[in-house]
């Protein structure tokens, strides 16, 4: 994205969220069916840019086979324990989930080094930040982070009324602290620092990271999303966790086990929080069992495993080595990445690109946010997976050069 990419030292700006679709209402959804029922600026959200189904893209493209690469899973999928794990509960299943999360809770806060009463554990990483928002911003509220970014930061924001002051990163893919820290002079309710970072996949260094929480007021909730964070190099693995249980504010950390754990259809994460009356807070706002049963069990195995957590990030590292060797050679420079993906610029309108692709059976995701619409995010996938998107794209851009 050489002649889009905002200079180093841009201001922040508002952008179209990742998430945007564009819609056309038509006579009919313009006369409002629900009759002002629900609140105007949620029916004018923009829908979330969700991965597609392998059911669906069997069936509307008549493939056998179709290489999904448009969801950050994980190639490698699940341990082998989570399988039994969860068979080991279904005799169970009538009764109602451990609503305290008791032995996950332990194991998780024996190894982060804080108290149970500090992790909050709801339907994935994404649910935490909907209940986040939802438990502390106002109308009129901002939300300052970097982008690109995980659409639902601004979608969620949107829910509470409260507005997205967005970013933009450096031109060399680092993120942009010196201005981050000039909007933090404004005291936002919130500062969200996705490192590894969706869709980018860079990770803030820890001086900056450093700088961030010093520049943060204590009026400024600093929340860190560590989605990706078991797929980072051994040196740096859970040091901005510890950078951050020094921060004297507000914070609150994201992790999940959609990604490197391999449970995305199980729907867990958990937030680790600054006090324990945060975390009391999450559980005042979530459902009262939002965890089920199940998710439970796999989360418990999954984590029991971390031989296969290696396994996946060693896999993951090579072959996004690979990918990222492979893309330059098509002159696509990608992002530095410590993600299990790689963000790339298509030099040419990336939904062209990804429907070109999808049509032959390879799902990636296009962004949809202004300013980056020609680059496009691919999960690292299983070698041959990541062969036949590497095969396709180069086919699409050679006839788009015809």
Not at 32 to 43: F, Q, T
Not at 81 to 88: E, H
Not at 188 to 198: A, E, F, H, M
Request: charged share 25%; aromatic share 6%.
């Amino acid at each position: 994205m050489t002649d889009t990419k905002t200079p180093e030292t841009a201001a922040p700006t508002t952008t179209t969220p990742e998430t945007a679709t564009p819609t056309t209402a038509t006579p009919e959804t313009a006369r409002d069916p629900l009759n002002g029922l629900v609140r105007p600026e949620l029916l004018a959200l923009a829908d979330y840019n969700a991965g597609v189904s392998l059911e669906k893209m069997r069936a509307e493209l008549g493939l056998d086979r179709v290489v999904k690469l448009d969801s950050n899973e994980n190639p490698l999928s699940c341990s082998p324990a989570v399988g039994p794990a969860m068979q080991a509960v279904q005799d169970r299943i009538f009764r109602y989930p451990d609503r305290e999360e008791l032995r996950l809770r332990a194991a998780l806060s024996r190894d982060l080094g804080v108290g149970p009463d500090r992790l909050a554990f709801t339907a994935g990483s994404e649910d935490l930040v909907s209940i986040l928002f939802r438990m502390v911003l106002r109308p009129g509220d901002t939300v300052l982070t970097a982008v690109p970014a995980f659409g639902l930061y601004e979608i969620c924001a949107q829910h509470a009324s409260a507005h997205t002051q967005k970013v933009p990163f450096n031109t060399d893919w680092s993120f942009p602290v010196d201005a981050l820290i000039a909007a933090l002079a404004d005291r936002p309710r919130v500062l969200v620092i996705c490192s590894p970072c969706n869709p980018v996949g860079a990770a803030i260094t820890l001086d900056d990271l450093d700088r961030l929480l010093r520049a943060a007021s204590a009026d400024t909730l600093v929340v860190l999303d560590e989605a990706y964070v078991e797929f980072m190099d051994d040196a740096t693995r859970g040091q901005h966790f510890e950078r951050l249980k020094a921060h004297d504010g507000p914070w609150m950390a994201l992790r999940t086990f959609s990604k490197a754990y391999g449970l995305a259809g199980l729907r867990i994460g958990y937030g680790i929080a600054h006090h324990p009356a945060l975390a009391a807070a999450v559980y005042k706002v979530r459902s009262p069992f939002n965890v089920s049963a199940t998710a439970l069990a796999g989360a418990e195995a999954a984590y029991g495993d971390q031989d296969h957590v290696a396994a996946t990030r060693d896999f993951v590292a090579g072959e996004r080595d690979r990918v990222a060797a492979a893309l330059r050679a098509m002159g696509l420079d990608p992002a530095p990445s410590q993600g299990n993906f790689l963000f790339f610029d298509c030099r040419r309108p990336a939904r062209a690109v990804a429907d070109r692709l999808r049509a032959q059976g390879v799902l990636i995701k296009p962004w949809h946010e202004a300013d980056y619409r020609t680059c496009a995010r691919v999960t690292i996938g299983r070698a041959e997976d990541n062969d036949t998107f590497l095969a396709t794209l180069k086919r699409v851009l050679a006839e788009d050069a015809l």
